[in-house]
C-alpha cells in the first residue's frame, strides 16, 4: 500500500512537472478551456437572468375574477379558500370596490373622470390569481367557469408565447453548452495528443522496462486534470468580476427603468457557475487526456 | 527458460516470417541469433517481448506459455527480460543516474533499495563517475553501458539484446561484449541479436542461424558461418 502512495506521488510530480515542462502546449489548452467555459458562463449567465426575469413576469401575469355585486362580503372568505385549493393556483388576492378604485383615481389622467362616480362605485370587487405553472392556466380557468358569481378575464395569447420563449431559451443555451464542452473536449485531447506524441519515444521506452498501462498514463492524465483545473478556475473569479460590473452598473443607470423586475445576485449565479466551471474544466481535461493516450499504448 | 514450440507467423500482408520454429534456450545460455535483416530474426525478438503474436504455436519463457498473457500481464513478462537496443533508447531528459533508477521505480523497488542498487549496477557496468550526466552527453559506448545497466538493475533472468553493437566502433563493441558476458556469467540468460561476423566468430558461442523464417543452423559452438 505504502508502495502504490510513494508511486502515486512520484507519478503526480511527472505530471505536474509534464505542465511545466510543455509549458507553451499546457497554456493553449488552459486557454482553451478558459475560453470555452468563459463563452458557456455568459450564456449561463444570459439563460439564467432570462429564466429569472420571465417568472418574475409570469407570476405577475394571473387572471382576474370579478366578483358580481350580489356577493356578500362574509361569503367572500369562503370563495377565496375555494379558489385556492385549485390545483395550480399559487395566490389569490383580494381586491375590494374600494381597492380597485383607489387604483383607478391614482392615476392624474383618470382622476376627474372618477370624481363623479365618487358616491357611486361601478368598479367590481376582483381576485387576482396567480398560477404555479403558467402552461395549465386553461384548466384553472375551466375550474374557475363553474362558478357563475365569477367572470374572468386573462391573456389568451401572452401566457403560451411567455413559455414558448422561456423554452427555447433554454434549449438554445442548452446546445451551445453541450457544443461548447464537445469542442473543449475534442482541442484539449488534441493538445495532449501533442505532448503524448512528443513523449511517444519515452512512453515506448517505459512500456519495454515493463511500465504498466496505468503507470504510464497517470501523469497525462494529472497533467490533463491539473489543467482542467486551472481552465475551470479562471473563468470562475472572471465571471465574479464582470458579472458583479454588470449589476453595478444595471443597478445605478436603470433602476428606475425596470423597477419591479430584478437581475440573479453575484452570489446566486457563482454558487451554480463554481461546481460547473470546475466539474466541466477537470472533466475535459480527464477525458481529452484518456482519448488521446489510448493510442499510443498498444505497443 | 525459452522455448518455442512450431511458432509460425504470418503478418497481415501475408509476408511469412516465421515457419514452424521449434528451439529450447536453457537457463544460463549465451545465444547469437544470426540472420540478414528480413530473415525473421526481428520476428524473433518482437515475439519473445509480445509485441507481436506467433500466429500458430508455443512460446515458453520462464515456465509461462506468453501467447496465452492477457493484455494487463505483458509489463510484468517485460520485467522478466531486460532489454538492449541498437539505438540505446535512454531517456533523454533524465541523468544516466535517473534512467536506471526509473527501471526500478516502474517496478515501483523501495527507494532505499533504489539509493543502493543503482550506484552499485552502474559501478558493474563502468560508468558510475558520470551518473549524473545527460544521455547526450555521453558516446555510445557510453550509453550503451546506462542501457545495460537499466535491463539488469532489477535483476531479470533474460537479456535480450538487439544489435547492441550496431551503432559502435569495433573496439566499444567489444567492451559492450565483455560486459555482456560478465553479466551472463552471473546467470543472466543472455540472447543476442546481431550482424557482426566477428563477434561471433571470436566468442564461439551457440548460434542460431535464421533465414528466411526457418532456423537453419544451431550449433553449440559455432561461428557466423557454416563452415566448422
Known amino acids: 500500500m505504502t508502495v502504490k502512495i510513494r508511486t502515486l506521488r512520484h507519478l503526480s510530480k511527472e505530471g505536474i512537472l509534464g505542465i511545466w515542462e510543455n509549458r507553451l502546449m499546457s497554456l493553449a489548452s488552459i486557454g482553451t478551456i478558459v475560453l470555452c467555459l468563459i463563452i458557456l458562463g455568459v450564456s449561463f449567465t444570459l439563460a439564467s437572468n ?14 382576474t375574477a370579478y366578483i358580481d355585486d350580489s356577493v356578500k362580503e362574509d361569503e367572500i372568505t369562503t370563495l377565496k379558500t375555494k379558489l385556492e385549493a385549485i390545483p395550480n393556483v399559487s395566490g389569490v388576492t383580494y381586491v375590494s370596490k374600494d381597492d380597485a378604485f383607489l387604483t383607478f383615481t391614482d392615476d392624474s389622467n383618470l382622476e376627474n ?12 370587487a376582483s381576485f387576482e390569481i396567480t398560477m404555479v405553472d403558467l402552461e395549465e392556466q386553461e384548466r384553472v380557468i375551466e375550474s374557475l367557469e363553474q362558478y357563475d358569481e365569477l367572470e374572468i378575464s386573462y391573456f389568451q395569447a401572452e401566457a403560451p408565447m411567455l413559455v414558448q420563449l422561456n423554452d427555447s431559451i433554454r434549449y438554445i443555451s442548452m446546445i451551445i453548452i453541450i457544443s461548447l464542452i464537445l469542442v473543449g473536449i475534442i482541442l484539449m485531447s488534441n493538445t495532449i495528443k501533442l505532448t503524448v506524441y512528443i513523449r511517444r519515444r519515452e512512453i515506448n521506452i517505459m512500456k519495454y522496462i515493463g511500465a504498466t498501462d496505468w503507470f504510464i498514463r497517470a501523469p497525462f492524465i494529472i497533467e490533463g486534470i491539473s489543467i482542467g483545473l486551472i481552465g475551470g478556475i479562471i473563468p470562475i473569479f472572471a465571471l465574479w468580476g464582470a458579472y458583479s460590473w454588470v449589476l453595478k452598473v444595471v443597478n445605478s443607470r436603470f433602476t428606475v427603468m425596470i423597477e419591479s423586475i430584478k437581475l440573479q445576485s453575484t452570489a446566486d449565479i457563482l454558487s451554480a457557475f463554481t461546481p460547473m466551471s470546475l466539474i466541466i474544466g477537470v472533466g475535459i481535461g480527464a477525458i481529452g487526456s484518456i482519448i488521446s493516450i489510448r493510442k499510443h499504448l498498444k505497443v | 527458460m525459452i522455448s518455442l514450440q512450431n511458432v509460425s507467423k504470418t503478418y497481415p500482408n501475408g509476408t511469412r516470417a516465421m515457419k514452424n520454429v521449434s528451439l529450447n534456450i536453457k537457463k544460463g545460455d549465451f545465444v547469437f541469433v544470426v540472420g540478414s535483416s528480413g530473415s525473421g530474426k526481428s520476428t524473433l525478438i518482437k515475439m519473445l517481448l509480445k509485441e507481436e503474436d506467433p500466429t500458430s504455436g508455443k512460446i515458453i519463457v520462464n515456465n509461462k506459455d506468453i501467447t496465452k498473457l492477457k493484455r494487463k500481464q505483458v509489463p510484468y513478462l517485460r520485467r522478466e527480460i531486460g532489454t538492449v537496443f541498437q539505438d540505446f533508447r535512454l531517456l533523454p531528459n533524465k541523468t544516466v543516474y535517473d ?3 526509473f527501471a526500478m521505480q516502474v517496478v515501483e523497488a523501495n527507494p532505499k533499495e533504489i539509493r543502493r542498487a543503482v550506484p552499485v549496477t552502474l559501478g558493474l557496468v563502468g560508468i558510475a563517475k558520470k551518473f549524473k550526466c545527460y544521455p547526450h552527453q555521453l558516446s555510445g559506448g557510453e550509453q550503451q553501458r546506462v542501457a545495460l545497466a537499466r535491463a539488469i538493475v532489477n535483476d531479470s533472468p533474460i537479456l535480450i539484446a538487439d544489435e547492441p553493437t550496431g551503432n559502435l566502433d569495433p573496439e566499444t563493441a567489444w567492451e559492450i561484449m ?18 557482426e561476423k566477428e563477434i561471433v566468430d571470436t566468442l564461439r558461442k551457440r548460434v542460431i542461424e535464421i533465414d528466411n523464417g526457418v532456423v537453419i543452423r544451431d550449433s553449440c559452438e559455432g561461428g557466423y558461418d557454416c563452415e566448422d
Do not use: C, W
Open chain 2, 178 to 195: 565483455k560486459l555482456l558476458q560478465d553479466i551472463n556469467k552471473r546467470g543472466v540468460t543472455v540472447v543476442m541479436a546481431t550482424h
Open chain 1, 50 to 63: 432570462v429564466d429569472y426575469i420571465l417568472s418574475q413576469i409570469e407570476s405577475n401575469v394571473g387572471i
Open chain 2, 99 to 101: 534512467n536506471v533508477a
Open chain 1, 113 to 124: 373622470i372618477m370624481k363623479q362616480f365618487e358616491k357611486d362605485n361601478p368598479l367590481p
